[in-house]
């Protein structure tokens, strides 16, 4: 089984910065791809930026030069460094991993129950 627990959410004011983290555990064997998602109130949930276990990156176009995301694969963490944001960043940001358990040939979906950022004034 495995867990995957985030971190780092909170309220900010337009144009300031957070730092969200996401660290994957339990029974793995090998994470292929870790990244984020966001869902706000009534829209439908949408990939912010996701990377690969080889280092590709692909970002949202909302999020591509002002979010970072970056992946430690010793520690199966994956982190994202948001700048500049703005209220419509306001969302429930979920973490995911595509992840191989030692109990299963194939890769599955694992998510996160999902941190809370608020940019507001």
């Known amino acids: 089984q495995v867990q995957v627990v985030e971190s780092g959410g909170g309220l900010v004011q337009p144009g300031g910065s957070l730092r969200l983290s996401c660290a994957a555990s339990g029974n793995i064997f090998s994470i292929r791809l870790m990244g984020w998602y966001r869902q706000a109130p009534g829209k439908q949930r949408e990939l912010v930026a996701v990377v690969t276990s080889d280092g590709s990156t692909n970002y949202a176009t909302s999020a591509k030069g002002r979010f970072t995301i970056s992946r430690d694969n010793a520690k199966n963490t994956v982190y994202l460094q948001m700048n500049r944001l703005k209220p419509e960043d306001t969302a429930v940001y979920y973490c995911?991993?595509?992840?191989?358990?030692?109990?299963?040939?194939?890769?599955?979906?694992?998510w996160g129950k999902g941190t809370l950022v608020t940019v507001s004034s």
């Open positions: 995911y991993a595509l992840v191989r358990t030692t109990n299963t040939p194939r890769y599955m979906d694992y």
